[in-house]
């Protein structure tokens, strides 16, 4: 069974958010073996020099990859990255795990995105849209990205 990480920043606070994510995390442990890693945003001041941001970036980014094992495809959640369609994106996992990984962990950044340092770790730098979302709400549609790739892997009615 392929393992999942979510490595996202910051916990989630919203109540609606949380009990789809709770939702979501009990029906991916039928295709997939599912952790949660939520480190804490590096303080910024009210309105950051592009500086401090960048520095803020660099220690979350350590600690992120302290947490993903060589063993993981890591997966950069990001603006920049490379949209797939969910077939597509079924199809990503079931070749991450055909090429030896046995984990592929998904990073979501602070409200400033992701370091350099962990884009440039990533095996894929994934977009889901150009349009920008909270990171509460991006959680969710992850979470229900994997459960849709892991039921259409299995053959499920679910995906339509």
Known sequence: MLKIKIVAMGKLTEPAFK????????????????????????????????????????????????????RSALVAMCVEGKELSSEEFSQRLSDFALSGFSEVAFVIGSSHGLSDKVKNAAKL?????????????????????????????????YHK
């Open 125 to 157: 730098k994934l977009s889901v849209s150009k349009m920008t979302f909270p990171h509460e709400l991006f959680r969710v549609m992850l979470l229900e990205q994997i459960y849709r790739a892991g039921e259409i892997q299995s053959g499920s009615k």
């Open 19 to 70: 009990a789809a994510s709770d939702e979501y995390l009990a029906r991916l442990n039928k295709n997939f073996s599912v952790t949660v890693f939520e480190p804490k945003p590096e303080p910024l001041p009210q309105n950051p020099s592009d500086n401090a941001i960048k520095l803020a970036l660099d220690k979350e980014a350590d600690k992120i990859l302290a947490e993903i094992s060589p």
